[in-house]
C-alpha cells in the first residue's frame, strides 16, 4: 500500500539581485532533522495565501500532490 500523508505546504519567494523572482513551495517535517519536501509550483494545484493543506502520496521517485484538503482538525 502506498503511503498518503496530509500537509501543510508552504510558498517560498525567491528574489534575487538581478530582479529575477522564483516560487518553491515545500513541506516541513515535524522534526528539525528531517529533509524538506520540495514541489515545484507547476507539481501544485493554484491555492490561496502563502499556506494551504494536502494530501500527498509517495509514488516512484518521490511525493505527489493528490488533492488540496481542509486544514485537519489536529493541525495548529
Excluded at 529533509?35 to 509517495?58: S, T, Y
Amino acid at each position: 500500500m502506498q503511503e498518503q500523508r496530509t500537509v501543510k505546504l508552504e510558498r517560498l519567494r525567491t528574489h534575487r539581485e538581478d530582479g529575477h523572482r522564483t516560487m518553491s513551495l515545500f513541506v516541513r517535517p515535524n522534526s528539525r532533522r528531517g529533509a524538506w519536501i520540495w514541489f515545484e509550483p507547476d507539481q501544485v494545484p493554484e491555492f490561496e495565501g502563502d499556506m494551504g493543506w494536502f494530501e500527498i502520496e509517495r509514488r516512484t521517485g518521490g511525493w505527489s500532490i493528490v488533492r488540496q484538503v481542509e486544514k485537519p482538525a489536529w493541525a495548529r
